[in-house]
């Protein structure tokens, strides 16, 4: 109870053995408590340091003398207060100090709903935002996460930022690429974060990175494959609506978590209707890798594979048998 005052529970210990028995000796308080020689002696240094304790005259070290509590305590006390005190005032001042270098911070640093449109420069900054925006969200969070399979430093960084976000009761929903579904790292991710409570789907691909919080701010990536390029902050009530609807748009027509894609004999998977649509729109193989999450060799046979279904010789003739089957556009999503 006195460590506030900077008694650990041995001192405390001792010095109240010492308050009960004054005149017994220090061998015979050794003898009684339950504590180490290094540890009794540790705490007597410590209750002389306090001021607490001093050698008994005329003893031969054998005793220490008690300062009377009323006294040593509330000296003790005395001193406590005028150190907390100068704490509060350096407290006082640091703060003063971190408001004024708010109040200065350059355009890399904005505050939420400062500007309809800010650049973050570079990952760092972005990370900061991040942090920053986890501990401001209070009702949703939507995620566009690209990039396929993800890392285990990623996915580590943000298991407890994910989880602290929906114990606080924020709804989470996030849209994955449906390539995770060959990582079986990822899928153990998202599957526990679905145990905890966050909604999951999965999409044959996404345009960018985003987040949305609280239908009110949302962190755009300006390149998923350029970090350094940094992100856009945008507040602006409109082109939030814009990015929400994108979105809703997307989910759904998002597979829930956990649901199987069985295509039905001769049509096309999810994945391959939307690498036609890209590859009808001149994407090449290592945009529509990109685009789906996947290596750029996964893409070129996903698109080999598509030039076999479609018995065509070239890709511009697997796009006219594809309108011609009706493939294009697609039931998908179009981002």
Known sequence: ???????????????????????????????????????????????????????????????????????????????????????????????AAVAELLCALPATHPAIDESPVVHLDGVDHVRDYLARLHEEVEEEILTFATGGAQTEENMRASRPLNQELLERGVRMRTVYLASIHNHPPTVTHVTWLASLGAEI????????????????????????????????????????????????????????LGCAEEPAEHSLTRQQHETLRLLARGYTDEAIAKRLGVSPRTARRIATGLLGHLDARSRFQAGVHAAQLGYLPPNGPRT
Do not use: C
């Open 201 to 256: 789907r999965t999409a044959p691909s996404l345009s960018t990175r985003m987040i949305i919080a609280d239908h009110r701010v949302a962190l755009v990536a300006l390149d998923d494959q350029d970090s350094s390029l940094g992100a856009l902050v945008v507040s602006g009530a409109g082109l939030i609506a814009a990015l929400e609807a994108l979105f809703e748009h997307v989910w759904s027509g998002a597979e829930p």
């Open 1 to 95: 109870m006195l460590d506030p005052l900077g008694l650990d529970a041995t001192a405390e210990a001792v010095y109240r053995a010492l308050l009960a028995q004054p005149y017994a000796s220090l061998a015979e308080h050794r003898a009684l408590l339950d504590v180490t020689p290094n540890q009794f002696d540790g705490a007597l240094k410590v209750l002389t340091d306090l001021g607490l304790v001093r050698p008994a005259a005329r003893s031969g070290g054998r005793r220490l003398h008690v300062v009377d509590p009323r006294l040593g305590l509330e000296a003790l006390l005395t001193r406590r207060r005028a150190l907390l005190a100068a704490e509060r005032r350096r407290l006082a001042d640091g703060e």
